[in-house]
Each structure stands twice: as structure tokens, then as C-alpha cells.
């Protein structure tokens, strides 16, 4: 079983976009703790998979983010199975893994599932208007959504998405202290080392995505700058 619970920074990269050697082994070899593969739009069983062997060349963890049941690839070192726990349309919280259990039930090993309250707190980005996401009103909600995540449901992780836009520090505060003893994941818009290390002082873990395909020199300057930070 994968101890993701003394992560404190993943970069994750997107099936869909493109990514030469050079910058895949610098981001693999960088000191990071895990990579996390996952997106919302076009993601493919063939991209995941070319993705996940090229990956596998490095010593670090590798996980799949379950977006889509055509791209779920045997060989991760662990799958992450997310929760939209503020779905505006409610098929996303169990219509897909009810098919997804149907489809790929047997085949599953349990102890390589990892599930995610996963609160999305960027209306802009894609996944909040593929899931029809609700706005999150202001810090007392959020907190009450990493309850609903962390105390009713019990989930080990909530996974706060601003995926694209840099959040509020007030509304991963909130969470933090909704989420109790669950794992408090964060990403969206970190672009530099000085945000790195403010969100990874708030939460568990930071997840760097989107810099990596724009700077990749300021993606791997998050790394020490999360480590060094006091979360
Ligand atoms: C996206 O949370 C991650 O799922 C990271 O967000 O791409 O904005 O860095 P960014």
C-alpha cells in the first residue's frame, strides 16, 4: 500500500499534452514524491499507457487518477478514485463507479484504491462544468464539505481542485481544519516556488500540474520550496 501520507509534493501530468524526455526524467528524478497521471479531456487507454511506461523508467511512484473508464491501465503503483463531492449533477458521485465496478470488478486489487473527496472550488476549470459543479460560497462551506469528505463518508483524503487558478488561502485553511485527520491534497495555479511553499504550509500535500508544460524550470523550483515549507 502506497504511504502517500508523508507526501508533501506531486507533480501531476496530463495524458493529453505533450512532454520530451529531457523534461519527463527532470520532473521524475527531481525529488518529488510521486507522479500522478490524470486530466479531464482527452485522455485515452493509449496516451495513459505510453505515458505510464515512459514513467516507469524512474524509481518514483506512479498513480493514475481515474478520469475516464476507457483509460483505466493496469500498472500504476496505486489508483486515485475521485468523489465530486460538490457535483452539481449527481451522476458524477456513483454512476461512474458502478459502471466502472461492473466493467473492471474482478480485476481490481483493493488495497491499490485510494479515493478522494474531491471538492472543486474553480468554476472556470473543466472538470467543475463537466461535473456541473456548486460555487463554494465562502470559507464556513468549504469546511463543512471536508466534514462531509472526511467525517461522514470517512474518505482518507479530500483533495481541494482549483485546478488552473491559484485558491484562496482562507478556503484551504477551512478545509484543512474540515478535513481532520484525513489527508488534505491542493492544486490549481501554482506557478512559482513562494505559492508552493504557502500552500504546502496549509495543506498536506500540493499537486503541480499546468506549469510543468509552460516553465518547466519554475515547476521543479516547487519541489525544495514545498519540502522546505512547515506544513
Ligand atoms: C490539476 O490540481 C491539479 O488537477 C494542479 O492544478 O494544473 O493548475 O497546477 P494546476
Not at 501530468?13 to 526524467?25: F, Q, R, S, V, Y
Not at 490549481?188 to 513562494?194: L, S
Amino acid at each position: 500500500m502506497i504511504d502517500y501520507r508523508s507526501w508533501r509534493h506531486t507533480f501531476k501530468l496530463d495524458p493529453d499534452k505533450t512532454i520530451d524526455d529531457d523534461a519527463l526524467e527532470a520532473l521524475c528524478e527531481s525529488g518529488t514524491d510521486a507522479i500522478i497521471v490524470g486530466g479531464t479531456y482527452g485522455v485515452t487507454y493509449d496516451n495513459t499507457l505510453e505515458l505510464m511506461s515512459r514513467i516507469r523508467r524512474f524509481a518514483v511512484p506512479a498513480l493514475l487518477e481515474i478520469s475516464s473508464l476507457e483509460a483505466v491501465v493496469p500498472g500504476f503503483d496505486a489508483y486515485l478514485v475521485p468523489l465530486v463531492i460538490n457535483a452539481g449533477d449527481a451522476d458524477w458521485l456513483f454512476t461512474p463507479h458502478v459502471s466502472g465496478l461492473m466493467a473492471y470488478g474482478s480485476y481490481i486489487h483493493w488495497d491499490e484504491i485510494i479515493t478522494e473527496g474531491y471538492l472543486i472550488a474553480n468554476p472556470d476549470a473543466g472538470v467543475a462544468k463537466l461535473t456541473r459543479a456548486r460555487p463554494i460560497e465562502g470559507p464556513a462551506e468549504a469546511k463543512a464539505y471536508a466534514q462531509v469528505a472526511a467525517k461522514i463518508c470517512r474518505l482518507p483524503i479530500v483533495y481541494l481542485e482549483y485546478s488552473g487558478m491559484y485558491g484562496d488561502p482562507d478556503i484551504v485553511r477551512a478545509c484543512r481544519s474540515g478535513a481532520g485527520e484525513a489527508h488534505l491534497f491542493y492544486g490549481g495555479g501554482i506557478r512559482t516556488a513562494a505559492q508552493a511553499e504557502e500552500m504546502a504550509a496549509l495543506a498536506d500535500t500540493i499537486v503541480v500540474g499546468n506549469v510543468i508544460y509552460e516553465d518547466l524550470e519554475a515547476a521543479l523550483a516547487t519541489v525544495d520550496a514545498a519540502k522546505r515549507s512547515r506544513g
